[in-house]
């Protein structure tokens, strides 16, 4: 009788192969990805979300669209809390700024910067101190001396009004800390982000702000605005920019602040799904 053992072998061997499982491919979306942003239109976490998101069109790097949706309530904590509660979701992200850390500090909403799933830190962004491009002040020294005597002509008392970004957050914080150093007062004015921020400006409804540059840039380029020193210990190096003093240099005040711009997950947002954000994330930073 001849000898099957093996051909049988072989043959078993044949099927259970064709019976197990592809070595499963990597993960990537499968629906739209919602990018959720933690504060109002035009701002720069705004601006920063909605690039993203146009160069992951333009340049085809998800293979699912990203659906940018703003909820800036509560200094953020709408936006933090609606992701807290995706728990494990694979399909949305949120961009983070200070408020990340400063919401939940200063009004005890139930979240924390660790129920999130850290993904990305795609920069530090800088603030500048701003003024409306018509007002008599031509330095942050000449400005501050003015808001020290209380002159600021249109505002009740003379006192100087600053907007900023939400309540209780970065802008107001470098408010305070500016405040502190040169023994001055300003009424702070929030509103829901930097780009409503910075039209208030222009339309002299406040005195002065501290926008991020690219809240303010179109209209400082168009001659509405005047920037008068930097939050940073260093000057800004790009070409346009580098004429702009530090707050160190125009008012010998130590004052820096940099703001995270960074990308969680929800809670718990599995590997996989995180190691195709970083993936993505990095090819959008390539372009």
Same mark, same amino acid.
């Given at each position: 009788?001849?000898?099957?053992?093996?051909?049988?072998?072989?043959?078993?061997?044949?099927?259970? #192969?064709? #019976?197990?499982?592809?070595?499963?491919?990597?993960?990537?979306?499968?629906?739209?990805?919602?990018?959720?942003?933690? =504060?109002?239109?035009? %701002?720069?976490?705004?601006?920063?979300? +909605?690039?993203?998101?146009? #160069?992951?069109?333009?340049? @085809?790097?998800?293979? +699912?669209?990203?659906?940018?949706?703003?909820?800036?309530?509560?200094? %953020?904590?709408?936006?933090?809390?609606?992701?807290? &509660?995706?728990?494990?979701?694979?399909h949305t992200i949120i961009i983070t700024l200070s408020n990340l850390f400063t919401t939940p500090l200063a009004t005890g909403t139930p979240f924390n910067w660790r129920?999130?799933?850290?993904?990305?830190?795609? &920069?530090?962004?800088?603030?500048? #101190?701003? $003024?409306?491009?018509? =007002?008599?002040?031509?330095?942050?020294?000449?400005?501050?001396?003015?808001?020290?005597?209380?002159?600021?002509?249109?505002?009740?008392? %003379? $006192?100087?009004?600053?907007? %900023?970004?939400?309540?209780?957050?970065?802008?107001?914080?470098?408010?305070?800390?500016?405040?502190?150093?040169?023994?001055?007062?300003?009424?702070?004015?929030?509103?829901?982000?930097?780009?409503?921020?910075?039209?208030?400006?222009?339309?002299?409804?406040?005195?002065?702000?501290?926008?991020?540059?690219?809240?303010? $840039?179109?209209?400082?380029?168009?001659?509405?605005?005047?920037?008068?020193?930097?939050?940073?210990?260093? +000057?800004?190096? !790009? *070409? !346009?920019?580098?004429?702009?003093?530090?707050?160190?240099? =125009?008012?010998? *005040?130590?004052?820096?602040?940099?703001?995270?711009?960074?990308?969680?997950?929800?809670?718990?947002?599995?590997? *996989? *799904?995180?190691?195709?954000?970083?993936?993505?994330? +990095? @090819? $959008?930073?390539?372009?």
């Amino acid at each position: 009788m001849r000898n099957v053992t093996r051909p049988l072998a072989l043959l078993l061997a044949t099927v259970c #192969l064709a #019976l197990m499982p592809l070595t499963a491919e990597a993960w990537e979306p499968t629906k739209p990805i919602e990018f959720v942003i933690p =504060a109002g239109t035009g %701002g720069g976490a705004d601006q920063m979300a +909605r690039l993203i998101a146009g #160069l992951a069109e333009k340049h @085809k790097l998800t293979p +699912r669209p990203i659906i940018v949706v703003n909820k800036s309530g509560g200094a %953020g904590a709408e936006g933090f809390l609606h992701v807290k &509660a995706k728990k494990g979701d694979e399909h949305t992200i949120i961009i983070t700024l200070s408020n990340l850390f400063t919401t939940p500090l200063a009004t005890g909403t139930p979240f924390n910067w660790r129920d999130f799933t850290p993904v990305a830190r795609m &920069a530090l962004d800088r603030f500048i #101190l701003w $003024v409306n491009a018509e =007002a008599p002040y031509k330095t942050a020294k000449e400005y501050l001396a003015a808001v020290k005597a209380n002159q600021c002509k249109d505002r009740q008392n %003379g $006192v100087c009004a600053m907007a %900023g970004t939400g309540s209780k957050q970065e802008d107001q914080i470098i408010t305070i800390l500016l405040e502190q150093s040169q023994g001055v007062k300003f009424t702070y004015v929030p509103f829901k982000g930097g780009g409503e921020v910075c039209v208030n400006l222009v339309g002299k409804h406040v005195d002065s702000t501290v926008n991020n540059p690219a809240e303010c $840039v179109s209209h400082w380029r168009a001659g509405r605005v005047r920037p008068l020193a930097v939050f940073d210990p260093e +000057r800004i190096p !790009d *070409a !346009d920019w580098k004429d702009i003093p530090t707050v160190k240099e =125009a008012l010998g *005040a130590d004052i820096t602040y940099n703001m995270l711009r960074g990308i969680f997950g929800p809670p718990d947002m599995p590997k *996989a *799904a995180v190691d195709w954000y970083i993936g993505f994330l +990095r @090819k $959008v930073s390539d372009t």
